[in-house]
T-cell receptor, first 111, second 113 residues
Framework: KNEVEQSPQNLTAQEGEFITINCSYS?????LHWLQQHPGGGIVSLFM???GKKKHGRLIATINIQEKHSSLHITASHPRDSAVYIC?????????????FGKGTKLSVKP | DSGVTQTPKHLITATGQRVTLRCSPR?????VYWYQQSLDQGLQFLIQ???????AKGNILERFSAQQFPDLHSELNLSSLELGDSALYFC????????????FGPGTRLLVL
């Protein structure tokens, strides 16, 4: 079983829809990261959070430490949001920096 | 633009060969991470350097090695290449060695024929 699981694997939405991507993890963490990988391959860090909720524009990330679960929400989705969204966790202790990744959720937003 | 640069962008080589991938971190960042992204395994952590010293090791093969130089740029050396080494190799950097936002380079796409 993977230490970081994401669902769904693939998601197709219509422009304007509210989107939720889920991430569950089975290990202790010091932080959880949401990354976006563009169709060209580049990776951008969207959020890093260890508790509560963060918002940036139309993106909202939440984490529930007790339930070991995080969600990434996109409001008013747009075709330019089409990308692979990857959840990753930092482990506590000496190797906090290295990330353990989920397999990603491929999002396609249709106009 | 993350401020992290990687060269080359693309690399095509043959089995058994050796290649070197280069990464320059963002100005001021002391940590460099190397990741491999293959179709079947997804993204995997290979190795981390912090201020010139190896900090953490992940799923890095013995045929692979890395180093970080005094100017903080890093190189990942891949030798005795196999078909299965074909992948995207990303470098990322961060200010320290803690759980913090990492800034990814554009990646090097390696194809082993």
């Amino acid at each position: 079983k993977n230490e970081v699981e994401q669902s769904p694997q693939n998601l197709t939405a219509q422009e304007g829809e509210f989107i939720t991507i889920n991430c569950s993890y089975s290990v202790g963490i010091s932080a959880l990261h949401w990354l976006q990988q563009h169709p060209g391959g580049g990776i951008v860090s969207l959020f890093m959070l260890s508790s509560g909720k963060k918002k940036h524009g139309r993106l909202i990330a939440t984490i529930n430490i007790q339930e070991k679960h995080s969600s990434l929400h996109i409001t008013a989705s747009h075709p330019r949001d089409s990308a692979v969204y990857i959840c990753a966790v930092s482990r506590p202790g000496g190797s906090q920096g290295n990330l353990i990744f989920g397999k990603g959720t491929k999002l396609s937003v249709k106009p | 633009d993350s401020g992290v640069t990687q060269t080359p962008k693309h690399l095509i080589t043959a089995t058994g060969q050796r290649v070197t991938l280069r990464c320059s971190p963002r100005s001021g960042d002391l940590s460099v991470y190397w990741y491999q992204q293959s179709l079947d395994q997804g993204l995997q952590f290979l190795i981390q350097y912090y201020n010139g010293e190896e900090r953490a090791k992940g799923n890095i093969l013995e045929r692979f090695s890395a180093q970080q130089f005094p100017d903080l740029h890093s190189e990942l050396n891949l030798s005795s290449l196999e078909l299965g080494d074909s992948a995207l190799y990303f470098c990322a950097s961060s200010p320290q060695a803690a759980a913090e936002t990492q800034y990814f380079g554009p990646g090097t796409r390696l194809l082993v024929l």
